[in-house]
C-alpha cells in the first residue's frame, strides 16, 4: 500500500494535479480557438440558421447540412420503370421545403405527363404550382439509389439509410465550425 500511495499520490495530490491539467487544457483550447477564429478558419453561428436535416427510419440523423435561402436541394434517383434519372429540385423557405422543379429524361410511371414541360439540355423540365412540405418522406433503394444534393454537396442517401426509408426535413440549426 505504501508503494501505491507513493505512486498515485495522496487523495488530495490527485486532485491538484487534476486541476492543473484541467486549467492547462482550458488554456490550449482557448489559444486554439483564439488563433482559429483570428485566421478566419473559424466562425461561430450564435442565432440558429437553417439546415437540412436527414433522418433514417430509426430516428438517426444521417445529414445535417446548413442551406440558404437560394441553396438548391435535390432529390435525385433512378426512376424505376423507365430507368431514367429523375431530379426533384427544393428551396428551403420558412422551414419548408419549396418544390421549385422537377427535370426528367422521358416521360413514365409518376412523371408530369399532361403538365406544361420546358426542354433544358435534352431533359424535360416542370416548374410546379408552388406546394411546401414540412417533410419529405422517402423509401430509398437499389434501383433508384436515391443522393440528396444540398448546394454542392452530394450524400448517397440510399447507402446511409442501408435502403429504408428516411425523412428530409428543414430544421434551425447553430453552426459552430465551417
Given at each position: 500500500?505504501a508503494?501505491?500511495?507513493r505512486?498515485s499520490g495522496?487523495?488530495d495530490?490527485s486532485?491538484?494535479?487534476r486541476?492543473?491539467?484541467?486549467?492547462v487544457?482550458?488554456?490550449?483550447?482557448s489559444a486554439?480557438v483564439?488563433?482559429a477564429?483570428s485566421s478566419?478558419?473559424?466562425t461561430a453561428s450564435?442565432?440558429?440558421e437553417?439546415?437540412?436535416v436527414v433522418?433514417?427510419?430509426r430516428?438517426?440523423?444521417?445529414?445535417?447540412?446548413?442551406v440558404?435561402?437560394?441553396?438548391e436541394i435535390?432529390?435525385e434517383?433512378t426512376?424505376?420503370?423507365?430507368?431514367?434519372?429523375?431530379?426533384?429540385?427544393?428551396?428551403?423557405?420558412?422551414?419548408?421545403?419549396?418544390?421549385?422543379?422537377?427535370?426528367?429524361?422521358?416521360f413514365?410511371?409518376g412523371?408530369?405527363?399532361?403538365a406544361?414541360?420546358?426542354?433544358?439540355?435534352?431533359?424535360?423540365v416542370?416548374?410546379?404550382p408552388?406546394?411546401?412540405?414540412?417533410?419529405?418522406?422517402?423509401?430509398?433503394?437499389?434501383i433508384?439509389d436515391h443522393?440528396l444534393i444540398v448546394?454542392?454537396?452530394?450524400?448517397?442517401i440510399a447507402a446511409?439509410?442501408?435502403?429504408g426509408a428516411v425523412?428530409?426535413?428543414?430544421?434551425q440549426?447553430?453552426?459552430?465550425?465551417?
Amino acid at each position: 500500500m505504501a508503494l501505491r500511495s507513493r505512486l498515485s499520490g495522496s487523495a488530495d495530490g490527485s486532485r491538484s494535479v487534476r486541476v492543473v491539467l484541467t486549467a492547462v487544457t482550458a488554456v490550449l483550447v482557448s489559444a486554439a480557438v483564439a488563433v482559429a477564429a483570428s485566421s478566419g478558419a473559424l466562425t461561430a453561428s450564435i442565432e440558429p440558421e437553417p439546415a437540412i436535416v436527414v433522418t433514417d427510419d430509426r430516428g438517426e440523423e444521417i445529414v445535417v447540412s446548413p442551406v440558404g435561402e437560394e441553396t438548391e436541394i435535390v432529390l435525385e434517383y433512378t426512376h424505376s420503370v423507365e430507368k431514367t434519372l429523375v431530379r426533384d429540385v427544393y428551396v428551403a423557405v420558412d422551414g419548408q421545403l419549396v418544390s421549385v422543379r422537377m427535370e426528367f429524361s422521358s416521360f413514365g410511371a409518376g412523371l408530369p405527363s399532361q403538365a406544361t414541360v420546358t426542354q433544358r439540355d435534352g431533359r424535360y423540365v416542370y416548374e410546379p404550382p408552388r406546394v411546401e412540405y414540412e417533410a419529405l418522406r422517402v423509401k430509398t433503394g437499389v434501383i433508384a439509389d436515391h443522393d440528396l444534393i444540398v448546394g454542392g454537396n452530394r450524400y448517397d442517401i440510399a447507402a446511409l439509410a442501408d435502403g429504408g426509408a428516411v425523412e428530409i426535413t428543414v430544421q434551425q440549426r447553430r453552426r459552430i465550425f465551417t
